[in-house]
C-alpha cells in the first residue's frame, strides 16, 4: 500500500486524513451515510450530548447571514445514553475516527456524562464548554481559565478516553483559557466554536431567537478562527483542532500552516454536502503538487 | 450538478425552472438548490418539486424570489448550472379514493405533481383542487389538465370554498394561517388530511436541527420526518 500524505495520529488516535465532520453539523453520521462516502472522512465528531438530553430550543433556530449562519438549536440531542446504546456502535460502523462531544449544565452532569461514555467504543471525547445556546453551563465553563480548568481536570480524572476540549471564541483572554485547559491535563484542543451574534426581524421588531443571541458560523468568521487558532497554537504545546468557517482546502491548508494538526468543517457540509470529500481530494492534490511527503510537514510553519 | 433547461417568469415574482441531471423524486419532496460556488448567499433553498418527468428525466421546480438567495435562481440562463441536491423528504401518501387538493400561494407547487402521481396510480379516481392567491394566479391550466374541478380564489380566503365534509382524502400546502383554518376544519369534520409544511433549515437532510417541530408522536424533523404530515400530529404547530 502506498503512503498516505494525509495520514496523522492524534493523541494517540490514527486518522487517515485531517478532515473531521464537526459536531452539530453531521448528526451521528446517519443522514449524511445515505448520500456520500462517510467512510473516506478522517474523524466524524457526534451532535453535542447531555446527560439527559434536550429537546432544544423553541422559536427560530437558524437565519442566514452574510456567508455564515446563525443558529439557536440549544443541543437538542438524544441523551449520553440513547449515544452510548444506539449511535456509538454505529459511529464505529462508518469507519472514520469517533468523536463524542459532550455538554452539560452542571459539572455533576459532564462528569456523570463522561463516566457513560467510558462505556462506549469511541476514541475521543471532545469536552463542549463552548456551547453558546443553552443558559445554563455550556459555554459558562468556557469563558474564564478558572472555570475551564476545573472541569478539564475533573474530566479527565475519569474519562477513560483522550480528552480534546473544544473552546469559545468568546472568551475574553482565549489563550489563557487554552494554556488553563493544557495545565489541567487536556490531551488536544479544538477551537473555534460560535461566536455569540444576534438578528433582529426589523418587521416584528423583535430579536430572531427566543434567546436573543446565536451563534454564528461559516465563511465570513474564518479569518478570525485562523487568527484565535494562530494564538492558541503559540500558547500551548498540545495538538490544536482548527475549525470556524473552513470552505475549501486551501482553508484547511492555512489552518494547518498556523498550527492545527486537524481541522474540523461543520457549516460548509449544510451548504453544499460533499465540502468534506473535495477537501480532503484537495488536500491530496496539494501535497503531491508541493511534492510533502505528509502534510504535518507544514503543520504550524507560520 | 443539475443543468437548467428552461428558467422563466410566470407571474410576479414567481418562476418556473427545468432542470437535468437530477434523480426524480416524488411529490412533496424538496431539492436544497444553490447557485454553485456562491458563498453569499451559503445556504440551499429547499424548492419543492412542481413536476418530475420520467419521460425527458426532467424536473421542474415552480419557486418565487422573496429574497436574494431565490432572485439570484431568477437570473441563471438555460445552459448554466445549479447545484440541487435531493430529492429529500417523505413526499405526500397517495391514498385512495377521490382527492381534494388545497394550495396557497406557491404552496401549488408540489400539489401539481401530487395531482399528477393521483391521477397516475388511480385514472378513475375523482379530483378536486382548489387554489387560493393573493394578487394573481398561475399554474391553474397545469391543474386543469389533471383533475376534475379546479376552483381558483385570488385576494379572498380559499378555505371558504372547501367542504371537508365529502368522502376523500384532502391534501394541503400553504400559507401558515390556510393550513390553520384547514386543520380546524377538517378536525370539525373528521377528514383525512395531509398538508406540507414549511420551516427555515439549513441542512435539509436532518442534521442540523434547525427544522425540529413538536409533534404528537414526539420530536420530528420538518426536512427528513416530513415536509408531510398527517394534521392530527402537528395540529397545534400550525
Known amino acids: ?302 | 450538478m443539475a443543468v437548467i433547461r428552461s428558467n422563466h417568469r410566470i407571474a410576479a415574482g414567481v418562476y418556473r425552472m427545468t432542470v437535468s441531471g437530477v434523480p426524480l423524486g416524488r411529490a412533496g419532496q424538496f431539492f436544497m438548490l444553490r447557485v454553485s460556488g456562491v458563498l453569499d448567499p451559503l445556504l440551499g433553498r429547499p424548492i419543492s418539486i412542481f413536476g418530475a418527468d420520467a419521460g425527458t428525466g426532467e424536473t421542474t421546480f415552480v419557486y418565487q424570489t422573496p429574497g436574494r438567495g431565490t432572485a439570484l435562481f431568477a437570473d441563471l440562463l438555460p445552459g448554466q448550472a445549479i447545484d440541487a441536491q435531493g430529492p429529500y423528504g417523505n413526499g405526500f401518501p397517495l391514498e385512495s379514493g377521490g382527492a381534494v387538493i388545497l394550495g396557497g400561494g406557491i404552496g401549488v407547487a408540489p400539489l401539481h405533481q401530487l395531482a399528477k402521481e393521483l391521477r397516475a396510480s388511480d385514472p378513475k379516481r375523482r379530483i378536486d383542487v382548489f387554489l387560493g392567491f393573493r394578487e394573481e394566479a398561475y399554474c391553474v391550466a397545469d391543474f386543469e389538465q389533471l383533475s376534475d374541478s379546479v376552483t381558483v380564489s385570488v385576494g379572498g380566503i380559499v378555505t371558504n370554498d372547501v367542504d371537508f365534509s365529502e368522502n376523500a382524502v384532502y391534501y394541503a400546502c400553504g400559507p401558515a394561517p390556510m393550513l390553520h383554518t384547514a386543520a380546524e376544519q377538517a378536525r370539525a369534520a373528521n377528514a383525512r388530511f395531509f398538508v406540507s409544511l414549511e420551516k427555515h433549515m439549513a441542512c435539509g437532510v436532518g442534521a442540523c436541527l434547525g427544522c425540529t417541530c413538536e409533534t404528537t408522536n414526539g420530536r420530528k424533523r420538518v426536512c427528513k420526518d416530513g415536509p408531510v404530515f398527517e394534521y392530527s400530529e402537528v395540529q397545534h404547530v400550525l
Open chain 1, 1 to 302: 500500500m502506498s503512503y498516505n500524505p494525509l495520514s496523522l495520529e492524534l493523541c494517540g488516535v490514527s486518522l487517515k486524513n485531517p478532515v473531521i465532520a464537526a459536531s452539530g453539523t453531521f448528526g451521528f453520521g446517519r443522514e449524511y451515510a445515505e448520500r456520500m462516502e462517510v467512510s473516506r472522512l478522517g474523524g466524524i465528531c457526534g451532535k453535542g450530548l447531555t446527560l439527559r438530553g434536550s429537546a432544544g430550543n423553541a422559536g427560530e433556530r437558524v437565519y442566514e447571514t452574510r456567508s455564515s449562519m446563525l443558529n439557536s438549536i440549544g443541543l437538542e440531542n438524544p441523551g449520553v445514553k440513547h449515544f452510548v446504546e444506539h449511535e456509538a456502535a454505529f459511529m464505529r460502523s462508518l469507519g472514520p475516527a469517533v468523536i463524542a462531544n459532550l455538554g452539560g449544565h452542571s459539572e455533576a452532569d459532564y462528569l456523570e456524562g463522561a463516566e457513560l461514555l467510558n462505556e462506549a467504543d469511541i476514541d475521543l471525547l471532545e469536552l463542549n464548554i463552548s456551547c453558546p445556546n443553552v443558559k445554563a453551563g455550556g459555554m459558562a465553563f468556557g469563558i474564564l481559565p478558572e472555570t475551564a480548568a476545573d472541569i478539564t481536570r475533573r474530566v479527565k480524572a475519569i474519562s477513560r478516553h483522550p480528552l480534546m476540549v473544544k473552546l469559545s471564541p468568546n472568551a475574553p483572554d482565549l489563550t489563557a483559557v487554552a494554556r488553563a485547559c493544557e495545565e489541567a491535563g487536556a490531551d488536544a484542543l479544538s477551537l473555534v466554536n460560535t461566536f455569540l451574534g444576534m438578528a433582529i426581524d426589523v418587521k416584528r421588531r423583535r430579536p430572531v431567537f427566543d434567546n436573543v443571541y446565536a451563534g454564528l458560523s461559516g465563511p465570513a468568521i474564518f479569518p478570525l478562527a485562523l487568527r484565535m487558532v494562530h494564538q492558541v497554537c503559540k500558547s500551548v504545546s498540545i495538538p490544536v483542532v482548527g475549525m470556524g468557517g473552513i470552505a475549501s482546502a486551501e482553508d484547511a491548508i492555512r489552518m494547518i500552516l498556523a498550527g492545527a494538526r486537524a481541522v474540523q468543517v461543520g457549516t460548509m457540509t449544510f451548504a453544499s454536502p460533499n465540502t468534506l470529500l473535495e477537501i480532503i481530494d484537495g488536500l491530496s492534490a496539494w501535497c503531491a503538487k508541493e511534492r510533502i511527503s505528509n502534510l504535518q510537514e507544514i503543520c504550524g510553519i507560520i
